[in-house]
């Protein structure tokens, strides 16, 4: 399995490790080579738009297909998630459609406070700008880091993590 590329990095994925409590429950946005690596150390959860990343990999996959800019809500609501994740990585739906998150986290943000919440290609202006009005809801930044050694891309990889804790 390859990380980097569409992928988190090795990068992430060792800080992931690191920091995330091993045996937990991970929700992932968007799935693909990285699900296969967390699974290893995580219970994964996976809300998957393409037929082709779908049980793949050992996680509860969700297929939404993509409705209004975003994953279907009917088929994240009718999945049930829970609500005791560790982690939620937030690495699609691909063509830079995650603006389209910002009302199910609004109507659903119990799920996203008392986790890390790990946002991969911060490096796009678009994707930077989903987790800076996650800032302004009141998270904060955790970590961030860059990926220089990703080299199949013309910029290097960046993921940001968040958190809000309400038991501050």
Known sequence: M???????TQQCFDWIVANVPLGSKVLEF????????????????????SDKWLNIHPSKYI?????????????IEDANLDEDYAMILVDGPTK???AGMKPYVLSNLSLFENCLVVFDDTNRE??????????????VKVAEMMDERVIDKPS??????LEKNTNY
């Not at 390859?2 to 988190?8: E, R």
């Not at 678009?126 to 998270?139: H, K, L, P, T, Y």
């Open 2 to 8: 390859t990380l980097g590329g569409w992928a988190i």
């Open 30 to 49: 968007g799935s693909g080579d990285g699900t296969g690596e967390l699974a290893k150390h995580f219970e994964m959860t996976s809300i998957e738009e």
């Open 63 to 75: 297929h939404a297909p993509i409705e209004n800019g975003w994953y279907s809500l009917k088929a």
């Open 96 to 98: 830079r459609l995650r």
């Open 126 to 139: 678009s994707d930077r700008a989903v987790c800076e009005w996650f800032i302004e809801q009141g998270f």
């Open 156 to 161: 290097p990889k960046q993921f940001t993590v």
